[in-house]
């Protein structure tokens, strides 16, 4: 396990040296992005419009933040990360059409996206569930937000974070995907365990 | 950490219920007997448990996350650990809600048949929790499941949901358990086979534990309902996640099946957050009722690490107790 500090916009090349079990702490901009905003997105990228902001080489929190204004400006006051499954059906596209490299959430994600990181160069980071107070106290700013008409957990909130983490990385750019390899291993246990109780399978 | 931080209002003497009451009426919470009174002392200490909940996890939560940081052998689920940790830390530095899912709101109440008001308390935990949304303030989390509209004040039909118990006394003991949705979605019930007894309830459970994976924020608390009914079951799973983790069931036999239980689940390999690990459930807390002959209803009730709980007495004369966030 080695520790890692990087910065925004990062690089395919630097997104290669993590590995799955790696701790990862990202600065620069993050922006929130949950089924709605990644949905919009990819329509924008369908039909040839640009996006308010360019996605490459920043990383994407699945998140729906609590946000409060306080006279003109944002803030956040917590902001834990959602299960990223349901993220699933549009991460591949996502990664391959906006060359974003580190997603953040909870709960890991599939086949798809794991494939789509060893093919154009990114990385899941896991963040614990419910750290929302250590999660909220790494984003320094707001810069800006984006489609509030989405609501504002489904909204874009561009953040400007310092070491956001730590972040386990969970898929890395390499096919290796803890959480599947966790999955296979409770899999293999099951027989231990049903045999330890007395039960059959 | 200071438990007492940012909370001036929590308070054990008469005295210091004035200092409670300070924002709201002094002349109110003076008029013992009086309907307006009683009701907005229990307005005011439910308030006051549900701040402390959502910030504060009880001590005995917090030692067995500490303990289980140390014993944790698998990295990933180490680093989750210490996050979870640090997390807890800074909650109580910043006074902000520990999860940005505070939950459904849900109160048991034990009424002391002799209390004073008690067909007043309903309103009171309704206004408390519509004063925590904004003071505190939590999460909007209550929806109507026809139209999908969020009532944005944590109240709507049934909810928060009120488990009453009427007890002998004067007294009013209330908690306050704001239960969050990712462990929530995996609570299962099941209609065993009466025939394969005790047995029947250890794959159950096992395999809900295998099956909700890192969906339900793991290290979770286990309550686990056996008997009664298909209702009863969950009731008496929920209820048992009440009970404190390092308070030993007082029945061996069932001690025993909880302990048995719990190096089980410990044994699939899920690990904090499902990253891999040793640290699957922090304890399994079983609850049982007579059953009917021909059914064997089994529950369990998942919460998160975040395992959120807090209680108070009121007692006869007015003062306050608060019985798991101990402030002097």
């Not at chain 1, 909870?106 to 086949?111: T, V």
């Not at chain 1, 810069?143 to 386990?168: C, H, N, Q, R, Y």
């Not at chain 2, 009451?21 to 448990?49: C, P, Q, Y």
């Not at chain 2, 690990?271 to 049982?288: A, F, H, R």
Request: hydrophobic share 40%; with cysteine.
């Amino acid at each position: 396990m080695a520790v890692y500090k990087f910065k925004t916009p990062m690089s395919e090349e630097e997104i290669r040296k993590l590995k799955v079990n790696d701790v990862l702490y990202v600065s620069g901009t993050m922006f929130t992005a949950r089924d709605q905003a990644h949905k919009r997105a990819l329509e924008y990228f369908k039909r040839g419009k640009t996006l308010p902001l360019n996605l490459e080489g920043l990383t994407v929190f699945h998140c729906g933040p609590i946000v409060k204004k306080k006279d003109d400006r944002w803030i956040i006051v917590a902001a834990g990360p959602t299960t990223s499954t349901r993220m699933e059906i549009f991460e591949d596209e996502f990664i391959k059409n906006f060359k974003v490299r580190v997603i953040i959430g909870k709960g890991g994600m599939g086949k798809r996206t794991t494939e789509a990181m060893a093919k154009y160069g990114a990385v899941y980071g896991a963040f614990t569930g419910g750290a929302a107070i250590l999660a909220a106290r790494a984003i320094k700013s707001v810069k800006s937000v984006e489609w509030l008409d989405l609501g504002m957990p489904e909204a874009m909130w561009i953040l400007e974070v310092e070491e956001f983490g730590p972040l386990t990385v969970a898929i890395d750019s390499h096919g290796n995907n803890l959480f599947m390899e966790v999955q296979k291993n409770v899999e293999e246990n099951k027989e231990i365990i049903y045999h330890k109780l007395g039960l059959s399978p | 950490m200071d438990p007492n931080l940012g909370f001036p209002t929590t308070i054990r003497t008469k005295h210091k219920v004035r200092v409670i009451s300070a924002s709201i009426d002094h002349k109110l919470i003076k008029k013992r007997g009086t309907l307006v009174g009683t009701s907005n002392i229990v307005e005011n200490v439910a308030f006051n448990l549900i701040k402390q909940a959502v910030i504060y996890l009880p001590e005995d939560v917090k030692q067995a996350l500490r303990k289980a940081c140390a014993e944790e052998t698998s990295e990933a689920g180490k680093t989750q650990l210490k996050a979870i940790l640090d997390n807890i830390d800074l909650a109580e530095k910043y006074q902000a809600p520990i999860c940005q899912d505070t939950g459904t709101i849900i109160f048991y109440i034990k009424a002391g048949a002799k209390a004073k008001d008690l067909d007043k308390i309903e309103e009171a935990l309704m206004k408390a929790t519509k004063r925590a949304t904004v003071e505190v303030p939590i999460r909007p989390n209550a929806v109507n499941p026809f139209t999908q509209k969020n009532s944005g004040d944590n109240t709507g039909r049934l909810i928060p949901w009120i488990n009453w118990e009427i007890v002998p006394g004067e007294d009013i003991e209330m908690t306050v358990l704001p239960k969050g949705g990712g462990a929530e979605n995996v609570c299962v019930m099941g209609m065993l086979v009466p025939g394969e007894g005790i047995t029947g309830v250890k794959k159950f459970v096992v395999d809900a534990v295998m099956k909700a994976g890192a969906k339900p924020c793991p290290p979770n608390i286990l309550g686990v309902g056996i008997g009664g009914g298909s209702d009863i079951a969950m009731k008496i799973a929920k209820k048992a996640l009440l009970r404190p983790l390092n308070v030993p069931n007082p029945d061996p036999e069932m001690a025993k099946l909880e302990k048995e239980i719990l190096e089980a689940v410990n044994m699939t390999g899920i690990g904090p957050m499902g990253l891999g690990g040793k640290t699957t459930v922090l304890s399994v807390n079983i609850d049982y009722a007579y059953r009917h002959p021909a059914s064997y209803p089994a529950a369990v009730a998942f919460n998160c690490w975040a395992s959120r709980r807090a209680t108070a007495r009121i007692n006869a004369d007015e003062t306050v107790e608060y019985l798991i966030h101990k402030v002097e």
